[in-house]
C-alpha cells in the first residue's frame, strides 16, 4: 500500500507536466545500464522517464525535475513515462505475494512441528518427502529448513539401512551342519548396539518401520534371557529344552552372552546324561576301562564348577583309579616270580568283579586259574595210574606248569622226581654206553 500511495504520488506531480507519452516497459529485460537513473544510479524495476531525443537519458520518478532541467525547452513534451506495471495489476500482485507469505509460513510451521514433533507424534519419511515436494511445488525458498529436513532423512535412511542388515543377516543365519555355519560366519551385532540402535530411533526426527523390529527384537531378547535364567536354575537340566533354547539363540542372529552359556550347559547336561547311562547300564553289564578313559576325556571344560558335573567326575575319575591300582595288582601278580597262590589270585580276581569296570586282566587271571586246575587235574590223574609215568610225560607236564602264573603245589614234586629220572639215566648211560 506505501509503495503504490508513492507511486500514485508521482504520477500526479509528472502528470502536472504533461508528460508526451507513456508506455509499458518489461524493465527485467533490459541490460541495468540501460534501466539505470543517470542522477541516483539507481536501477529501475518498476517506473522510469526517458528523453526521447537523447538516448540514454533515463530516471526514476524522485528525479524527474532533473530530467526537465536536461531537456532544452525544459518541458517532458518529448518525454517518455515507461511503467512496467499498470495500478490495477498491483492489487494483483499484492494477493499473490499475500498467497505465496501465507503459504510459506504454513509450511514452515509444519515443517518446524514435524522435526520438533515428540516421539508418538512423529512423522514418517514419506511425510518429509513430502514437505520437500511442496517446497518444490510451490517454490518456497528456505535452505536451511530444507537443509534440515533432508538431514532428517538421511540418518532415518541410514539407520534403516543398518537395521535391515542386521535382520536380513538374522533370516540368512542358518541353523545346521557346522561346516555351513562357518561358512556363513559373520561377525553378529551385539545387544549394547541394539540398544544403541533404539537410542538412535528415539532421537531420530521421523518414524521408519524397522525401528518397531528393533523393539520388538529387544523385547523378545528380554524375554528370552528370563527364560534362559529360569531354566539354568533349575536343579536337573531338560536336554530337549536346552537345544531349543540354544536354536532359538541361534536364531536370533544376535552375539548374546547366553549362547555360548547355553552351549555349554547343553554339552553337560548330555555328557552327564551319557555318565548316568553308563553307570546305570554298569549295574548290570560292567563299564570297559576305555569308557571310562572316554568319558573323562571328553568331559566339557570351563564350567564354573557345575556341581553336578563335579560329583560324576569325582565318581568317574574314582572309578578308573581304582580299576588302575587293580590292573597294576594284576599284571605284577600274574608277572612276578615266584608266582602267587591260586587263593591270592582268586582273591583278587572277586575282587575286580565287585567293580562296575570291565577290566582287561580279569579275563588273564581267570584263564590263568583255568589253567592251573587244569594242571592239577592232569598231574593228579598222571601220578595216579597203577603204573610209574614216562620221563617224558612228566617233562611234559612239568613244562606246562612252568608256563603257568599260578603257584602250582605239585610242580616242585614232578620237577624233583624228573631231576631224579634224569640222573638215573645219565649214570646208567654213563655205565653201560662207555667207549671201548
Not at 562296575?356 to 588273564?364: E, I, Y
Amino acid at each position: 500500500d506505501t509503495t503504490t500511495n508513492s507511486i500514485r504520488i508521482y504520477l500526479r506531480s509528472f502528470l502536472k507536466l504533461n508528460v508526451g507519452s507513456m508506455e509499458k516497459e518489461a524493465f527485467e529485460l533490459l541490460p541495468d545500464d540501460e534501466r539505470q537513473c543517470c542522477v541516483c544510479k539507481t536501477t529501475c524495476y518498476l517506473s522510469a522517464v526517458s528523453h526521447m531525443n537523447e538516448y540514454g537519458k533515463c530516471v526514476c520518478l524522485a528525479h524527474v525535475d532533473d530530467l526537465v532541467e536536461m531537456c532544452k525547452e525544459g518541458s517532458l513534451v518529448d518525454c517518455c513515462l515507461r511503467y512496467r506495471y499498470k495500478l490495477s495489476d498491483f492489487q494483483l500482485l499484492h494477493d499473490n505475494l499475500q498467497s505465496r507469505a501465507l503459504a510459506y509460513t504454513e509450511w514452515k510451521i509444519e515443517v518446524k512441528n514435524s522435526l520438533d514433533a515428540p516421539l508418538s507424534a512423529r512423522p514418517g519419511i514419506d511425510d518429509l518427502q513430502r514437505l520437500i515436494e511442496i517446497a518444490k511445488e510451490k517454490q518456497l525458498r528456505s535452505p536451511e529448513l530444507l537443509l534440515d529436513i533432508k538431514e532428517a532423512i538421511g540418518e532415518a535412511e541410514k539407520c534403516a539401512a543398518a537395521i535391515t542388515k542386521v535382520l536380513r543377516k538374522k533370516k540368512a543365519r542358518p541353523l545346521y551342519g557346522r561346516s555351513q555355519r562357518r561358512k556363513s560366519e559373520r561377525r553378529l551385532v551385539t545387544v549394547d548396539e541394539l540398544l544403541e540402535f533404539a537410542d538412535q530411533l528415539d532421537n531420530l526426527a521421523c518414524n521408519i518401520p524397522e525401528g518397531q523390529l528393533i523393539k520388538d527384537l529387544i523385547a523378545n531378547l528380554n524375554g528370552f534371557k528370563k527364560r534362559v535364567v529360569k531354566t539354568l536354575c533349575l536343579a536337573e537340566h531338560n536336554i530337549e529344552l536346552l537345544q531349543s533354547l540354544s536354536n532359538e539363540a541361534e536364531a536370533f542372529a544376535v552375539d548374546l552372552p547366553e549362547s555360548a552359556l547355553l552351549r555349554m550347559e547343553l554339552k553337560v547336561a548330555r555328557w552327564l546324561a551319557e555318565v548316568s547311562e553308563k553307570l546305570q547300564a554298569s549295574r548290570t553289564t560292567p563299564i570297559p576301562l576305555a569308557t571310562v578313559r572316554s568319558l573323562l576325556d571328553s568331559a566339557p571344560r570351563a564350567t564354573g564348577g557345575h556341581p553336578a558335573m563335579m560329583k560324576a567326575l569325582s565318581r568317574l575319575q574314582n572309578l578308573h583309579d581304582n580299576a588302575q591300582k587293580w590292573e597294576a595288582k594284576a599284571q605284577h601278580s600274574l608277572q612276578t616270580r615266584p608266582t602267587m597262590k591260586a587263593l591270592f589270585l582268586e582273591n583278587l580276581l572277586h575282587e575286580g568283579a565287585l567293580m562296575p569296570v570291565s577290566l582287561p586282566s580279569v579275563a588273564a587271571i581267570r584263564k590263568a586259574l583255568e589253567r592251573a586246575n587244569q594242571w592239577t587235574k592232569d598231574a593228579n590223574e598222571l601220578l595216579g595210574r597203577d603204573s610209574y609215568p614216562w620221563v617224558a610225560e612228566l617233562e611234559t607236564l612239568a613244562s606246562k606248569g612252568r608256563s603257568i602264573p599260578v603257584q602250582l603245589d605239585g610242580l616242585s614234586a614232578i620237577d624233583s622226581r624228573v631231576g631224579i629220572a634224569r640222573s638215573w639215566r645219565d649214570r646208567v648211560s654213563r655205565s653201560f654206553l662207555k667207549k671201548t
